[in-house]
C-alpha cells in the first residue's frame, strides 16, 4: 500500500506539473500539491506504511493486495482548478490566453445576434406579404336602391310621391345600409334644368340631397338626352322653321320625305314608323320612342353643349352621379342607311325587331359622346368621396355591346354599365341553376379587366321577383354577387306586380293606401291588395321577414369575401345555383339556392369543401347558426343558404 500510494503521489506530482506548465506555463501559480518535494513524498510514504503495519489497519495480505494497484485505482484524477483559492483563480482569469478568450467569444456572440438581427429585418422586408385590400370607392362598397319617385311617397296628399317624400324616408334606406338611392329623372318635360311641379321644387331637391348626404348616402338621377317633349321650346322653335335664320334649326334630327312616306325604313322601339311629319317645317323628325319625344340631334355642337350644360347643373347642386338612359339611341347613321331584315325574327310584321338596327344603335359616335359626359364629371374629380359616377343604361341583349361601353378605344366611358340578364330568370323546370348561372358567369367572362360587375333584377321594364316562391332566394344570392347590386324598391318586402304594373305605390304599413298617400286620397296608380301582410311595418316587426334577410344579407356584405373575394363556381346543377366566395386571410362562404320546385340534396364535400360548415345566413332565417355536414346539404324549394367555412 505504501508503494502504490508513492506511486500514486508521483504520478499525481508529474501530471500536476505538465498540466500547470501546459495551461498557465508558470508553475508558480500550480497548487502546492503539485510542488511537493522527494522529502515530503518519502514523509507521506513512511506515514502511510505505519498505519499499513498496524493491526486495525490491515493484514500483510492486504498489503500485498494494494501493491499490485494502479495509482488511478487509489485515488481519482484530480479535477481542473480544483484547490485553487479565488485569489489563485482570479490571476489565472487576467492572464493573456484567457483574455483573449474572453474578448473573442464576446465580440463572435454580439456579431452572431447582429446577424440574426439583420437577417429578420432582411426576411420581413423581402418576404412575399398578401397585397392590399384594394380602397373601394363610395360607388363600389354598397347597394344601390332604385326608386320611381312617383311611387314612394306622397308627402302633400295630391296621390303622387314627391321629393319631399323621399327625404321622409331617408332614415329607413339608411336602415338597409343602402350607399346610393338612383331615383328616375325629376326635370320637366319642358326643361332639362327645372323640377317638374309633380315632384315639389329646385328646394325639395337640395333638401333631398343634403338630406341623403348627412346620413352618408349618395344620390343619382336619371338623365335622358336622347329626346325632349314636343312642347320644349327648343323643339317649337326649331319645328317652326327650316330657314338658315333659325338657331335651332339642326337641334333636331330633321329629314325630307313627302306625306305619307317617311326618308327611310327605320322603326320607332313604340311601334311604327320612327318618323313624324310636321306641318309647320315641311319635314319629317325622328322619334326612336313616342311621337310626342323628338330625337335631339348630335351631330350639333350646340347641342352637345346644351345637354353638357343640363347635366352639369344637376352636378353642381349635388347630385353625385347620373345614369345615362336610352343611351344606345343617342346617334344615328348620318346617311339614313335603311336598316335590314332580321332573319330570326317570327313576330308580327312591323314590329321593332323585325328589322336589325346596326344604323340606329350603338353608334360610333355614341361612345365619343358619353366619353365627353365623363370628361365633364371628372372635372369634379377622379376618385374619393366627390367622385361623380357615370351609368349608361343600354338595355341591349347583346352583352358584349353593353360592355364596351365601360371604354372605348382606350378611353373611359361608365363606371357601371348595366346589367340587365338577371331581370327574367328561368323557371322551375327550365333548368334554373344551370342557366342562372351561366348568365352570371358570362357576364364576369366579358366584363373588362379592372371594370365593376353589377346585377339588376327589378325595375320599372320588368316584372318583380316578389311575387316569385324564390324571392327570398333571388334577393339573398343577388345582394352576394360580386360587385354592385342595383336593387328596386319593394323588392326588399316581396312587393308583387299589380295589373302587370311593376311600378305600384310603396306599401309602408297597413293604413288605408299602404301608407304611400293619406287615407282618402286616390293614389296615382293602384296599391297592391296585399298590403296588410306585405309591407315594411309588419316585416320590421317579424325576425323572419323578407325584410330581415335582405338587412342580414347586406350587412354581410361587408366581409371582406364578399367586398374584394373572388367568384368561382361551387356545385351548380339543373335546380340549384351554388358559388363560392373566398379571400385570403379571411373566411370564406358558400351561397346555395334551389331555384327549382323540389327538395335538392347536394354533396358539397365531394366538390372538395371541408366536412362541416356552419350556416352563416338562410332565407328562412331559420337555420342560422347550425352545422352543417357538407356531404349532405338540404335545400328546401326556393331556400338559399349562405354557409361559412
Not at 5 to 25: D, F, M, P, S
Not at 370 to 385: C, H, I, M, N, P
Not at 577 to 582: I, M
Amino acid at each position: 500500500a505504501a508503494r502504490a500510494l508513492h506511486i500514486h503521489l508521483a504520478k499525481t506530482r508529474i501530471r500536476g506539473e505538465k498540466w500547470c506548465r501546459n495551461v498557465y506555463r508558470k508553475p508558480t501559480f500550480c497548487p502546492d500539491f503539485f510542488k511537493m518535494s522527494a522529502n515530503d513524498l518519502d514523509k507521506a510514504e513512511q506515514g502511510a506504511a505505519e498505519k499499513l503495519n498496524k493491526p486495525e489497519n490491515g493484514s500483510p495480505d492486504d498489503a500485498k493486495a494494494a501493491d499490485g494497484l494502479d495509482a488511478e485505482e487509489i485515488e481519482p484524477k484530480l479535477a481542473p482548478f480544483a484547490g485553487m483559492g479565488k485569489e489563485e483563480l482570479l490571476k489565472v482569469s487576467s492572464e493573456p490566453f484567457w483574455v483573449y478568450l474572453r474578448w473573442t467569444l464576446l465580440i463572435l456572440f454580439w456579431l452572431a445576434w447582429i446577424a440574426m438581427l439583420v437577417g429578420a429585418i432582411v426576411i420581413i422586408v423581402t418576404a412575399p406579404r398578401c397585397a392590399p385590400r384594394p380602397e373601394l370607392d363610395w360607388w363600389e362598397n354598397g347597394a344601390f336602391m332604385r326608386v320611381f319617385v312617383r311611387s314612394y311617397k306622397d308627402s302633400d296628399g295630391d296621390g303622387n310621391g314627391d321629393l319631399k317624400g323621399l327625404e321622409m324616408k331617408a332614415d329607413y334606406l339608411a336602415d338597409l345600409k343602402v350607399k346610393s338611392v338612383q331615383i328616375n329623372s325629376v326635370s320637366s318635360a319642358t326643361n332639362f334644368t327645372a323640377v317638374d311641379p309633380m315632384f315639389g321644387t329646385m328646394a325639395d331637391f337640395d333638401s333631398l340631397v343634403t338630406a341623403l348626404h348627412d346620413k352618408g348616402m349618395k344620390l343619382v338621377v336619371d338623365f335622358d338626352p336622347n329626346h325632349s317633349s314636343v312642347e320644349d321650346p327648343w323643339f317649337v322653335q326649331s319645328a317652326s322653321s327650316a330657314a338658315d335664320t333659325n338657331p335651332y334649326k339642326d337641334y333636331y334630327v330633321w329629314a325630307d320625305g313627302t306625306p305619307g312616306n317617311p326618308p327611310n325604313n327605320w322603326l320607332s322601339v313604340s311601334g311604327g314608323s320612327a318618323w313624324n311629319y310636321s306641318e309647320s317645317r315641311g319635314q319629317w323628325y325622328l322619334h326612336t320612342f313616342g311621337t310626342d319625344q323628338p330625337d335631339l340631334n348630335y351631330r350639333n355642337p350646340d347641342v352637345k353643349a346644351a345637354a353638357k350644360d343640363a347635366m352639369k347643373f344637376w352636378a353642381d347642386r349635388g347630385a353625385d352621379g347620373f345614369r345615362l338612359t336610352s343611351v344606345k339611341y343617342l346617334v344615328e347613321d348620318e346617311n339614313l342607311t335603311d336598316e335590314p331584315a332580321n332573319p330570326n325574327y317570327s313576330g308580327p310584321p312591323g314590329g321593332y325587331d323585325s328589322l336589325a338596327h346596326p344604323y340606329t344603335t350603338n353608334q360610333p359616335d355614341t361612345h365619343s359622346l358619353v366619353q365627353e359626359f365623363r370628361t365633364l364629371l371628372d372635372s369634379y374629380a377622379k376618385d374619393g368621396d366627390s367622385y361623380k359616377i357615370l351609368l349608361t343604361d343600354v338595355m341591349d341583349a347583346n352583352v358584349r355591346q353593353v360592355v364596351k361601353y365601360y371604354s372605348s378605344n382606350g378611353t373611359r366611358e361608365a363606371d357601371i354599365a348595366l346589367n340587365y340578364d338577371l331581370q327574367e330568370l328561368p323557371a322551375p323546370g327550365d333548368a334554373p341553376g344551370n342557366k342562372t348561372f351561366g348568365r352570371i358567369q358570362g357576364w364576369m367572362d366579358n366584363l373588362p379587366d379592372g371594370k365593376r360587375a353589377n346585377w339588376l333584377i327589378g325595375s320599372e321594364s320588368s316584372s318583380r321577383v316578389g311575387g316569385r316562391l324564390r324571392a327570398r332566394a333571388v334577393n339573398l344570392v343577388f345582394l352576394l354577387l360580386p360587385g354592385t347590386p342595383m336593387a328596386y324598391y319593394g323588392d326588399e318586402i316581396g312587393m308583387a306586380d299589380v295589373n302587370g304594373v311593376s311600378t305600384s305605390p310603396m306599401q309602408w304599413n297597413t293604413t288605408d293606401n299602404a301608407g304611400f298617400t293619406d287615407p282618402g286620397v286616390s293614389p296615382w296608380s293602384a296599391v297592391a291588395q296585399d298590403y296588410a301582410t306585405v309591407n315594411v311595418e309588419t316585416q320590421k316587426k317579424s325576425n323572419s321577414s323578407l325584410l330581415q334577410v335582405f338587412m342580414a344579407a347586406a350587412t354581410l356584405r361587408d366581409e371582406p369575401a364578399f367586398q374584394w373575394g373572388d367568384f368561382d363556381n361551387a356545385l351548380t346543377t339543373a335546380n340549384v345555383l351554388s358559388f363560392k366566395r373566398t379571400h385570403d386571410g379571411a373566411t370564406s362562404y358558400l351561397v346555395a339556392a334551389n331555384l327549382g320546385s323540389a327538395e335538392e340534396r347536394q354533396d358539397y364535400k365531394a366538390a372538395g369543401f371541408p366536412a362541416e360548415g356552419t350556416v352563416a345566413l338562410s332565407s328562412g332565417m331559420d337555420r342560422d347558426g347550425q352545422k352543417l355536414k357538407m356531404e349532405n346539404v338540404v335545400l328546401q324549394p326556393g331556400e338559399a343558404l349562405v354557409i361559412s367555412y
